[in-house]
Structures are given as structure tokens and as C-alpha cells.
């Protein structure tokens, strides 16, 4: 099989936003009293503004790797480094998208996305009012402002969470599979607004995802985990044109070159993580 | 087409179910309503009119009437109800004023849960009126033991369900809220406290039912005055429809004050309201 698809190396000369080495998570089991490795020597550079997509199968650590990034896990070994700063516990220019969208229930749309803003930078002043709806409405959800999620659909929760991400303007966003648990539908419709909303305002984004083609469709790079213990398994870059339309690109043979390739890489991982449950 | 509309479960529901769940609230309160006009008609109809048991152990729903008619002009009732509302609420609010504080602190710190816990859960498991002796011995013949029943009744539905709504916040929501930047006293403020309001109102519905029977087992036995001491008087002296007058209005006041903590609950915490769609 001929292919293009080789492992990029991380060009020294551009100054990474996100800077991680040797990382390693590790958890003592108290009940074995084991050590479980989530994951080991983890190495990745990302570039301001760069769109990357963290793809491998369940249980093999991205998760992990993203909230150490985030700051709500605290490494055991290496060091992760945001803008030449090491990372000591969530700060404003990180933000998260859950996949369990992780909403106030008893707060409305409006206030829940008002809660980006409050505990990070406080309420002070008038302009809080405007910022809140502007990300209200970048979102798509005017009109929905006084409702509580539990009558949202799931794809409109998701939008919820995503606001509340975007409102106090992080330089990151950390998206945990932020469509994992939304209808097939809304996931494609929701993609192609993602990847609009990121271009529009520059983002820098860690992306995590377990499928082959959203990792393709929304990356610029591709980072590929494998299982036991969580590690990188190899670099993609995608180099496919923006916009990507969902549509156009399952006909693109630099599209299906790459699933074929990913396809094959996770799939000895997805087995393996399989066998070992 | 409706039934695609429908949502809830619906298993196996047929068209009396269907119909029933598909009311209007004034809908539901007229059923309600028949349902109470039925079977006091039937009830009036089998001791009444027909006569089929003897109404001095088992009045019909007239003599109750007549009962309740003597209690209030000769003006006993006025007098007694309000020593049963004096000792009810007196109780009911040192039991809010302990339960809800006890409740917060040991859901907040897991040693006075677990120093407090299984003293609460053991007084909790303890028929109220294995207390009744005691209480007298401790507090006399007045209002005293009455109050110290209705409190010890009520505590612990509170105190127990405020401590386990603060330990089953939702992981993932004390999650966004530290990725969103909140301390720890933000946390018990923005999260804590707000997941726990639906808990704490179960918890008042509970305790208003426990404290009435608290509230009558004291009196019944202990008292001069109060509904129980009305209540074991009539029956004494074969005035058994004056005694179900009393049984009903402590009744009555049961329901009456889980509904209004219910209203108090719509206000406070319109989130919990079943959404509508």
C-alpha cells in the first residue's frame, strides 16, 4: 500500500501555546494496592491557532491527558507547559467542553453561560451583560435564554456548554467529546458549526475524540492514542482545505487515505482494549 | 399521531391510564375531587343509610360532620388545635434550625459524617413512640413533650436527606465548576448548596408527616390538651364521630403542609418543576 501518511515532527522554529514532555498519570489503587498507569511518556507540541483532534478507543487515557492539560489532574511525571507557564490547576485561558455537557440545572441558559464569566473574572461592570448574550447568540440558541437545560434537547445543551467555553475568550478550548452523547444528525450539524466558530475566532483546540471522521474532518493534526498504558501512538497531519464540508470530503481520496490508515492503527488498539476488559 | 408525541414512559398504558396522564392540573384536581365524593357517598350509604356497621365504632361521614359542628361552637377545638399548633410548629422549627445546619456540615466533612451518621440513622430507626416515656419523664405534662417529639421526629428526614444531597452533587458539575475557575467557597455556594435545595424540600415533606404523628402520639398519651388528647377523650367516652373530627383536621393538616412546602418549592426552585413539552 502506498502511502503519504508519515509521522510529522514537530517543527522546533514555531513556539508552541501547549507544551507537553514525558508526561505520565499514574493512580494507586486502594483496593489492590497497585499502581494504575492511565498514561506514559506523552509528548506534543501545539501551535497557536492550531485545530488538533486527540482520536483512540475507550479507556485509553485521552481523557486523562486532556485534564491534566486542564488542570484538574495533577501529573506524576514530565510537565505540561501553557504559553511557557507550567500548569498548576485550571486557570481562564483554558476552557472545557464535556461530553456530559455538566450544566447548572437550576440555572437558566443565560445564567449558565454567565458562569464562564463570574467565577473567573467576576461580574464587575456593565459589559458582562453583552458579552453573555453575544455568546449566547454565536451559539444559535436567541430566543432560549430563560430555559432551564433539562427542556433543552441534547445537541442545544451541548451549545450551552459550548458558550459558556467561549465567553470569557480562553486562548484554548479543551473539547472532551463534546458530540459523544448527541443524536448523529445534530453531531454532523454541530461539527460543520464548530469548526465555523473556530475559524472565526482563532482558537487554539485539543479536541477529544474516538471517531475516525471527526478526528479527520475537524483536525489539523491528528494525535493517535494507544491503550496500556495510554501513550502517543503516532502525529497525523490532515492537510486537508478548510471549510470542509461534510459531504464533499467522503469523496476526497486524501479523506479516505487517511481512515483507511487510522482505521488500521486503532483498530489492533480498539481489539486490545477490547481483550483486556 | 399523539402517540408519537407523548413522552414518558408508556408501558403497557391503556386508555384510562393514558387519559389520567394526560390531564390538565384542574383536571387532575377534579378526579381528585370525585374520587373523595365517592367514597364518602358510598361510606355514608354502608353505615347511614344501610346500616351495616354500627356507627358508634365506625360514623358515617354526616356524624363526623356533627362532631366536628359540637367541637367547634362548644370551643374546644379552637383551644386545643391551637396548643397542636404551637407544639407543631415550635418543634417543626427546631427541627429545620438543627437538621439543616447538622445536614450541611456533615455533608460537607466526611469525619462528622461519620461520627454523626449512625447516631442519626439508629434515633431515626427508632419508633417515635418508644420516646413517648422518656419525653414525660424529661419535659412534664405540658407542652414540652409534645414539642420534643415533634422535633425529634422531623430532624432526621431533614438532616439525613441534606447530607445526602450535598454528597450526590453531581462529580461532573463540581468538575466545570472548577475548570471555570471557582474556589472552594464558590463551589459550596454555586454548586453545593443549589444541587442540595431538591433534597432539603424531600427531606420538609417527610418531616411534616413524621412531626404530625409525633405530634399526636405525644398528646394522646401525655397531654391535658392538643388534637391527640381531643382525639383519645371523644373515643374514651364512646364519642367516636367528635374522635374522627379530630383524626381528620390533623389529617387535613398533614396534607395541607406538605402542599404548601411543595409551593415553597415551585418558588424557590422553579428547576425542579416537571418540564412541559
Redesign the interface.
Known amino acids: 500500500m502506498t502511502t503519504t501518511i508519515e509521522p510529522t515532527e514537530d517543527e522546533a522554529s514555531a513556539p508552541s501555546l501547549i507544551s507537553v514532555r514525558g508526561l505520565g498519570v499514574s493512580y494507586d489503587v486502594a483496593r489492590t494496592g497497585e499502581k494504575l498507569v492511565a498514561i506514559e511518556g506523552v509528548d506534543l507540541d501545539v501551535r497557536e491557532g492550531e485545530f488538533v483532534t486527540v482520536l483512540g478507543p475507550s479507556g485509553c487515557g485521552k481523557t486523562t491527558f486532556m485534564n491534566v492539560i486542564a488542570g484538574l489532574v495533577k501529573p506524576s511525571a514530565g510537565k505540561v507547559l501553557v504559553a511557557g507557564e507550567p500548569v498548576t490547576g485550571p486557570g481562564p485561558d483554558r476552557a472545557v467542553v464535556f461530553q456530559d455537557y455538566a450544566l447548572l440545572p437550576w440555572r437558566t441558559v443565560f445564567d449558565n453561560v454567565r458562569f464562564g464569566l463570574e467565577m473567573q473574572k467576576g461580574l464587575k461592570g456593565s459589559g458582562w451583560r453583552d458579552r453573555v448574550q453575544e455568546a449566547v447568540e454565536l451559539v444559535g440558541l436567541s430566543g432560549f435564554e430563560h430555559a432551564y437545560p433539562r427542556e433543552l434537547s441534547g445537541g442545544m445543551q451541548q451549545r450551552v456548554g459550548l458558550a459558556r467555553a467561549i465567553v470569557a475568550e480562553p486562548r484554548i478550548l479543551l473539547m472532551d467529546e463534546p458530540l459523544g452523547a448527541v443524536d448523529a444528525l445534530t453531531r454532523e450539524v454541530m461539527r460543520a458549526e464548530i469548526e465555523k466558530l473556530i475559524a472565526a475566532t482563532g482558537k487554539t483546540v485539543l479536541f477529544i475524540t474516538h471517531s475516525i471522521e471527526e478526528a479527520i474532518l475537524l483536525g489539523d493534526r491528528i494525535v493517535v492514542f494507544k491503550s496500556h498504558p495510554g501513550a502517543v501512538k503516532e502525529v497525523i497531519e490532515t492537510g486537508l482545505e478548510r471549510p470542509r464540508s461534510e459531504r464533499s470530503i467522503q469523496s476526497d481520496p486524501r479523506f479516505l487515505e487517511l481512515r483507511d490508515h487510522l482505521w488500521d492503527a486503532l483498530q489492533g488498539e480498539a481489539t486490545a482494549a477490547a481483550v483486556s476488559k | 399521531m399523539s402517540a408519537f408525541l407523548a413522552s414518558g414512559p408508556n408501558l403497557g398504558r391503556g386508555g384510562v391510564g393514558a387519559w389520567l396522564a394526560g390531564l390538565s392540573p384542574r383536571g387532575k384536581v377534579l378526579v381528585l375531587a370525585g374520587e373523595v365524593v365517592v367514597m364518602l357517598a358510598l361510606w355514608q350509604l354502608v353505615v347511614g343509610v344501610l346500616g351495616w356497621i354500627n356507627p358508634v365504632f365506625f360514623p358515617p361521614p354526616s356524624a363526623i360532620w356533627q362532631g366536628f359542628l359540637e367541637l367547634w361552637s362548644s370551643g374546644v377545638l379552637a383551644t386545643n388545635a391551637l396548643v397542636s399548633l404551637q407544639a407543631w410548629l415550635t418543634g417543626f422549627a427546631i427541627a429545620v434550625g438543627i437538621g439543616i445546619p447538622l445536614g450541611l456540615l456533615m455533608g460537607t466533612s466526611l469525619p462528622v459524617d461519620r461520627v454523626v451518621g449512625p447516631i442519626a440513622w439508629t434515633i431515626y430507626a427508632t419508633p417515635t413512640i418508644a420516646y413517648q416515656p422518656l419525653a414525660k419523664a424529661w419535659f412534664g405534662f405540658g407542652i414540652g413533650p409534645v414539642i420534643f417529639l415533634v422535633a425529634i421526629s422531623a430532624v432526621f428526614p431533614i438532616l439525613l436527606n441534606v447530607a445526602a444531597g450535598m454528597r450526590t452533587t ?1 462529580p ?2 463540581i ?8 474556589g472552594r467557597f ?1 463551589l459550596y455556594r ?2 453545593y448548596l ?2 442540595t ?1 431538591p433534597f432539603l424540600f424531600a427531606g420538609l415533606r417527610q418531616a411534616v408527616v413524621l412531626a404530625t404523628i409525633g405530634m399526636v402520639v405525644a398528646e394522646l398519651t401525655g397531654s391535658a390538651q392538643g388534637m391527640g388528647a381531643v382525639i383519645i377523650r371523644a373515643a374514651n367516652t364512646y364519642q367516636t364521630d367528635q374522635a374522627f373530627a379530630a383524626i381528620a383536621l390533623v389529617v387535613v393538616w398533614s396534607v395541607g403542609m406538605t402542599q404548601v412546602v411543595t409551593l415553597v418549592e415551585r418558588w424557590v ?3 425542579t418543576r416537571k ?1 412541559r ?1
Open positions: 453531581n461532573s458539575i468538575r466545570a465548576g472548577t475548570v471555570f475557575g471557582a464558590q454555586s454548586v443549589p444541587s435545595v426552585a422553579p428547576w418540564a413539552r
